[in-house]
């Protein structure tokens, strides 16, 4: 099933995808971004010129507009979501997380609050207003816009961190600086976007949308009619199909893997990867020898000293719900057994799902699952989809301690 906000956003625009399923599978049809990511040009390029910066800085002006008037906030606004299309325009993509403002009253009422106060975006873009659980609007969408522009000029992400606790840390204080040289009037542009208030953001109280930001002097040579030609990149190919591997410090994202990646092997580059001739290898096969050279390493994981020395085996960012509001959490799959869920934010364990051997894992989806424990409920979701994968770590972890009780 199409989530709410992107079948609203298909409602109100005239975006083009169809969905369906059979048994097996979910499928969707989407316009073909044959040329891929700009995350994937940025990276091939290292930074791009102040000619290419300005025309796709237009091009998403345009794009945001649209959105704007037609009351949607996108609110992951990233370069991973931005796509080019066979003749090099941008596309932008996946509205999952998409707020729709003055939505239909028929929607669920808690699922709109469940919007407006849960955490969404991606660590690197996430604007303040998010961060401190106050409402979004559409100049959360600015903020981000702020950072894509300072990526596309420099290469690389204004807040930057060993860790998604530092990064929320800087976007909260609004450290980050520009390199030497750095455009003046370009500077000038970011500066007026990555502001802590959001409605002194540039264009964020516009009477005519973003009419502030086309008069800006960054843009003063474009013509709002008719942009042009897209300029050429130095390495763009024909076919659009070449491979680009993405370093994994300039991989932004809060699913399980990439968070890992944030959390773990940002801080412990010598982590041994998992054999991949091991398929079947469950997530507790671990001889004693592995055991203790992976706690050696989780020494510098943030987390570490909240597990009470035990071997993390699974991480990763989940909404807790608990009363009205779900609440942001790292969850902690440890040996032990033990599931920690701390705040990824003051870094303060807030408590520990009690395990036994009546502990039970159900995902009713691709996002949520439950873990039932005799005197409890816990309604847990992994906004990037990867229920399922708890559910089996947490069983085979069951499995090894408590082989008796599994049919």
Known sequence: MTPPSEELVRKRTSADFVFGKDTDRLYFVLTYAKNGELLQ?????????????????????????????????????????????ENWHILITDFGSAKILGEDKSVDEENKKRRKYSFVGTAQYVSPEILSDAESSCASDLW??????????????????????????KILKLEYDFP???????KDLIEKFLVITPNKRLGATDQVPYRSIR???????????????????????????????????????????????LHFEMLSPQTPPRKKSEPNRKITDLSQAEIEQRLELQKTNIYHDLVEGNLILKQGIIEKKKGIFPRRRMLLLTLGPHLYYADPVT?????????????????????????????????????????????????????????????
Not at 151 to 161: I, S, Y
Not at 353 to 372: G, R, T
């Open 347 to 407: 870094m303060c364990l807030k408590g520990e799902i009690p395990w036994s051997e009546d502990l039970k894992s159900e995902a009713k989806n691709f996002k949520k699952f439950f873990v039932h424990t005799p005197n409890r409920i816990y309604y847990l979701e992994d906004p990037d989809g990867y229920a399922l994968e708890w559910c089996k770590a947490i069983d085979e972890v069951k499995t090894h301690y408590y082989p008796l009780q599994q049919s």
């Open 41 to 85: 040009q940025i990276n091939k390029e290292t930074c791009f010129s102040l000619e290419c910066t300005k025309y796709y800085s237009a091009e998403l002006v345009l794009a945001l507009e649209y959105l704007n008037i037609k009351g949607i906030v996108h609110r992951d606004l990233k370069p991973e979501n931005v796509l080019f299309d």
């Open 180 to 186: 030497q040289g750095f455009d003046k009037v370009a």
């Open 215 to 261: 008069e800006h002097e960054f843009f003063r040579e474009v013509n709002w009619d008719d942009l042009g030609t897209p300029p050429k990149f130095s390495s763009k190919s024909d076919s659009g199909t070449e491979i680009v591997i993405i370093p994994d410090d300039l991989e932004p994202g809060l699913d399980e893997e990439k968070a890992t990646r």
């Open 144 to 169: 981000a816009f702020g950072c894509i522009i300072y990526q596309m000029l420099t290469g690389q992400m204004p807040f930057r961190g060993a860790s998604e606790y530092l990064i929320f840390q």
